[in-house]
Each structure stands twice: as C-alpha cells, then as structure tokens.
C-alpha cells in the first residue's frame, strides 16, 4: 500500500504563523520546566539544606566532621544559587507578578547595577499577555537595558509602557551617544533577536537612534490574552 501525501508551497504568512505557533508553544514548555525545576528541584534542596543542619548539630564536638558539615552547606547553598538563576533564566521569575511588575523590578534592578536613572512610566490599565507576548517583551526590554549600559554612556533612561484599547505600546529611550551606524548594517545579534522576536509577536518594531542624541526602541503591538 503506498500513501500519497499532498506536497505544496507553505506562503511565507503560513510559515510565519506556524513559527510563532512554535515559538507559543516552546514558551509554554520553558514555563513548565522553570516552574518544575523551582518547585521539585527546590524543595529537595531545602530538605538537604535541613539535613546538614541537623547533622552538623550532632557533631559539634568533631571538628573534622564540623567542617565537612559546613563545606555541605556552603555546597548545597551555592547549588540553590545555581538552580534560581538557571530557572530565571529559563523564564523570568518576576513575570510571576504580570508585565508591570516585572519591567519594575528590571528598572529597579538596573538602577541598583549602575547607577543611572531609570523609570518605568505604565499608563492605562495592565495589558492581559500570552505567555510568548509578555516573555517577549520582557526579554526586548532586557536586551535595551543591557545595550544601553554597555553601549550608551547615558545619564537618562525611560521605560514607557501604554496600552490604549487593544494597542499597547513599548518605548524604551535613552539620552546616550546613539547608534553610530544604521540599524540594517548591525551584525550582532542582540537587535537581530530584538527583531526576530517582534516579528513572532507580530508586532512592529522601530530603533531610532541620531549619533550623540541619545536612543529610541520603539515596539508596536496588540494585547494578545490567549493563554
Ligand atoms: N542604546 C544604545 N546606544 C548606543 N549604541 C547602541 C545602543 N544599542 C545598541 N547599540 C549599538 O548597536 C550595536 C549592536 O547591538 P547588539 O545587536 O545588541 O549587539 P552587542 O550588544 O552584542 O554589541 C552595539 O554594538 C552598539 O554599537
Ligand atoms: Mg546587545
């Protein structure tokens, strides 16, 4: 018996779609796995943290035993380190929270790190995100903060987030020395994914930049609360 399956062209909007379908989809997956990884992996590592407590009670008097007791600690401690920051990494923890929250903490967070003002400016009620939307613009956020610090030399950075209706509307400035080459000769792959990840959102994404005045990513897209 032999099976004829129908073989034609997908249009690049169809392979568009199943890409971001895709994309939604490892999202989920990663989510999944982050919260797995923090609730199991976690809870074993506090159970083991205990137990070496425990056990270094009962060997006070030994100070050989005492101090292998201490080095599990320091151990298990550094592993925990490891788990949160692998877990983080794997999906951004302050999400947990919803969109505003989580840029909050990264305006926070890039305060405390450098220094340099930055505000986190929310207008309009909080958007309602997918999974992909919300780690998307999270991440895009992330990658502007870091390019500014590494790249900018700004005393100034705002973060603006606005919804209005469906539409939302993301702007991250700066008032640093610009982009010294237009955005389409980039070869790096910071703004590459910055696109890349817009265009699975389906939103559209704009970097102005004018040497020495400082820099604008701008990302257009409509609120997407399919779950
Ligand atoms: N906010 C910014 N201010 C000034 N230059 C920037 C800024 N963001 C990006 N750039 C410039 O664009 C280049 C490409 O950025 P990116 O793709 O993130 O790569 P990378 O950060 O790894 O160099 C940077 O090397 C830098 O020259
Ligand atoms: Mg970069």
């Known amino acids: 018996m032999s099976i004829h399956i129908k073989r034609r062209v997908l249009a690049l909007s169809e392979l568009d779609d199943m890409s971001a379908y895709l994309e939604a989809a490892r999202e989920g997956e990663r989510k999944r796995i982050a919260m797995e990884m923090h609730d199991e992996l976690g809870q074993l590592l506090t159970a083991l943290r205990i137990e070496v407590l425990l056990l270094r009670q009962n060997v006070l008097e030994d100070l050989i035993a005492l101090q292998k007791a ?25 999400l947990d929270f919803g969109i505003v929250p989580a840029l909050e903490w990264l305006a926070d967070d890039f305060r405390r790190r450098t220094r340099i003002p930055c505000c986190l400016i929310a207008a309009g009620p909080e958007p309602s995100l997918s999974e992909m939307h919300a780690v998307g613009i999270f991440r895009i956020v992330q990658e502007s903060l870091t390019n500014i610090l590494r790249h900018a030399s700004a005393s100034q950075v705002e973060i603006r987030l606005t919804k209005s209706g469906s539409k939302i509307e993301l702007v991250v400035s700066d008032d640093g020395k610009g982009l010294d080459m237009p955005v389409r000769r980039l070869g790096s792959y910071g703004l590459l994914g910055m696109a890349e990840r817009a265009r699975m959102m389906d939103a559209h994404l704009k970097i102005d930049s004018r040497p020495g005045n400082g820099s604008v990513i701008k990302l257009h897209v409509q609120e997407d609360d399919r779950r």
């Open 70 to 94: 201490d080095e599990m600690k320091r151990l298990v401690d550094s592993i925990m380190g490891v788990v949160r920051g692998v877990v983080n990494q794997i999906r951004p923890a302050a």
